[in-house]
């Protein structure tokens, strides 16, 4: 709270003449109009004076004759600066030498809105497929989807490795992806390597990109909830959460306690699957296959008891605006504190694997090292910012559900390593169980949601949440409609990827699985963004017209 | 040579997939790994997951089919050996679900290349998945 404040003073004591007007409409959410090209002096500002501010992400919006740039800052609330482009000529200046971190939000704000950043090392794409048409910018309001051709959009198969340019002869370059058996999501990265050493990475991203934001802006937001929890099946109730509180904001409702804590519960289950599904995972990257094995059978009655509470294994539906849609049965209760008693004693028995079994420490000390600095310039989340010793997590910076009245720790290790960041995450389920037990013994009586009105008032809300991998913001722009705006989504893996190369550089080959694993990537969080085309009536044609012949050949179930 | 069936007894014990996610939100891909692991184990069909589309006879396929990802998946599914099967997981795959008609997808699976599996659901319970490698399964003995 103090930090929030002293950023506030800072801007007004600095920049008096360059702010048009400070809004702080809740506790912790201030938005700042700034005059245009203002923004550099006052993230510098905050930079400097204010410590641990990090920038989350840049919204750009479009007003019609202007586009409409939001910075959110992150310095124990959060601060929005606001400034505006005209949309003839959308250029306006880089932040990146500020703040590294900016690359690929600047990056997906040119891409998806056409708007230019004067002294970016890399103004390229990001997730629109390269044979995208130019100037076609699919978040301005008036974006009308081109006559589909066949080579308009696909002229060229993306996935072919590149040739290798300015490689002396020791380097070499070596494309993963897009398919890749290990993480399960297509994600294309060129790695240059010098014999086993990374010399350095880039990574594609952009295969997963479907255009949520887009559809977002064509759905109501009680349908947008459905949808949002589609961005990701893993921490689809942060989603839905952060979306539902982002939405109440605006429209100014009050979720009754009892829906607080319901969702605190689903929330954790979320994290608690999440983890686990991570550090499964993780055994495998690391060549420890029986640990994979072991801890996704643990996984599975955390499964069980969010299909009970929610009635889905993944895709929960559970949050709704104004509340949550169902109520726990007593004696789901008692179920849930039993399997999570299990739990707890599998949590305790793979701290002890972490800490204890040689050949995994060996494996993941000092891999991947990601120092403090490092971690708040390139503006990292969740765990791996709270394994680099920056103890932040939303859930105590800015309290929401009902996280204000139950007692937690938050875990930060300063070892900086992959172990770290796999540490973190162990002892986050101990932390998560400790929170569902709580919350469970203490749940308050009430109603379990309020009714909301279709049409929500003008206004804009930042929301955000800590996601099992890290803070999500959503960023909802109302314009009193029954549909949204706006709506901006910045998953954790965005923030985290761009640690990736400083953490991987220097190290070996063999170390690239545990590193990348170590941040939890997630592409479906980040590739999200895109949205319907209503003009779609042409046809695809594929090489493979004959084989379609065969198509009789079905099964259905 | 005389047929033994022994091609087809051997495909029908031992099938190899190959997993590719075109633009899923993780949903479908979780519960297929799920599938792997102790608790449903498909690994008691024989079924194993392999990561080269040479090896593998049947693709599993999961999320809508994104314009990046198209021309990969059409090139995988060319590389696999005949005869191959294609499963799609989940309501993306099987018409595209939430996600059709948003601007970067191209389309549902059976678009792009045939199908010869459907297993519906957002996302489907691995139970269901399983329903739908068996069913395969049973197509290929007859």
């Known amino acids: ?557 | 040579m005389p047929d033994l069936g022994l091609l087809k007894w051997a495909r029908r014990n031992s099938p190899w997939l190959l997993h590719f996610n075109t633009g899923a939100c993780n949903g479908c891909d979780i519960e297929v790994v799920s599938l792997l692991t102790p608790r449903y184990d498909v690994e008691r069909f024989g079924a194993k997951l392999e990561p080269s589309p040479r090896h593998a006879d049947v693709l599993v396929v999961t999320g809508p089919v994104t314009r990046q990802c198209a021309p990969r998946l059409k090139m995988i599914y060319e590389q696999m050996p005949s005869p191959k099967f294609v499963v799609a997981v989940g309501a993306c795959s099987c018409s595209g679900g939430i996600f059709q008609n948003c601007y970067n997808i191209s389309g549902r699976l059976d678009e792009i290349i045939p199908v010869d599996v459907y297993v519906p659901g957002c996302p489907p319970k691995p139970e269901a998945i399983l329903q739908g490698v068996a069913k395969l399964l049973a197509k290929l003995k007859g």
């Open chain 1, 1 to 557: 709270m103090e930090r929030f404040e002293k950023a506030l003073e800072v801007l007004k004591n600095n920049l008096a003449d360059s702010i048009d007007e400070l809004k702080v409409p809740r506790p912790r959410k201030a938005y700042v109009f700034l005059k245009p090209e203002n923004h550099r002096e006052a993230i510098s500002l905050l930079l400097k004076q204010v410590e641990e501010t990090i920038l989350s992400t840049i919204t750009g919006v479009d007003l019609g004759e202007e586009i409409e740039l939001n910075y959110h800052m992150i310095c124990g609330g959060t601060v929005t600066l606001k400034i505006r482009v005209p949309k003839e000529n959308p250029v306006t200046k880089s932040i990146c030498d500020l703040i590294p971190g900016a690359n690929l939000y600047e990056r997906e704000v040119f891409d998806l809105l056409g708007v230019t950043f004067e002294g970016h090392p890399n103004m390229e794409r990001l997730l629109l497929p390269e044979s995208w048409p130019q100037g076609n910018y699919p978040l301005r309001r008036d974006w009308q989807a081109p006559e589909h051709q066949e080579d308009v959009f696909m002229s060229k198969d993306e996935s072919q490795p590149e040739s290798v340019s300015e490689a002396s002869e020791s380097l070499v370059n070596v494309i993963v992806g897009p398919q890749h058996p290990v993480l399960h999501e297509p994600e294309k990265f060129s790695f240059t390597l010098d014999g086993e050493k990374v010399v350095d990475v880039n990574a594609r991203l952009g295969y997963v990109h479907r255009g949520i934001e887009k559809a977002a802006e064509k759905m109501m937001y009680f349908q947008d909830v459905y949808l949002v929890e589609r961005i990701c099946g893993i921490c689809n109730a942060a989603h839905t959460t952060v979306f539902c509180q982002a939405v109440e904001d605006i429209a100014n409702v009050e979720t009754p306690p009892r829906a607080q804590y319901y969702r605190t519960i689903v929330h954790e289950l979320n994290r608690i699957h999440s983890h686990l599904l991570l550090l499964g995972v993780a055994g495998h990257l690391l060549g420890f296959e029986s640990l994979f094995q072991h801890v996704w059978r643990d996984r599975e009655p955390i499964m069980d008891i969010v299909e009970r509470i929610t009635g889905n294994r993944l895709m929960s539906g559970f949050n709704t605006i104004g509340g949550v849609r169902r109520d726990i049965a007593p004696s789901t209760i008692e179920k849930t504190l039993k399997t999570l008693k299990d739990v707890r004693k599998r949590a305790v028995f793979y701290k002890n694997v972490f800490e204890e079994d040689a050949t995994l420490r060996l494996r993941t000390e000092g891999v991947g090292v990601l120092s403090r600095e490092d971690a708040l310039k390139l503006c990292v989340v969740g765990p791996v910012l709270r394994g680099s010793g920056v103890a932040s997590d939303v859930r105590k910076d800015e309290p929401y559900a009902a996280y204000d009245e139950i007692p937690f720790n938050v875990i930060s290790y300063t070892d900086c390593d992959t172990w770290a960041r796999l540490m973190v995450r162990v002892d986050e389920v101990v932390e998560s169980i400790n929170i569902v037990e709580y919350a469970l013994a203490n749940l308050p009586d009430g109603k379990i949601r309020v009714r909301v009105q279709r049409k929500i008032p003008e206004g804009e809300a930042t929301s955000r949440v800590e996601a099992p991998r890290g803070a999500l913001i959503h960023y909802v722009k109302s314009d009193g409609s029954a549909y949204p705006y706006r709506v901006k989504v910045r998953a954790p893996t965005l923030a985290n990827l761009v640690a990736f190369p400083d953490a991987i550089r220097g190290g070996y080959v063999a170390d690239i699985p545990s590193v990348m694993g170590s941040l939890d990537p997630c592409f479906s969080c980040t590739d999200r963004m895109a949205f319907i085309d209503t003009n779609n009536n042409k046809k695809w044609h594929w090489s493979l017209d004959d084989v379609n012949n065969q198509k009789n050949r079905k099964v259905l179930i």
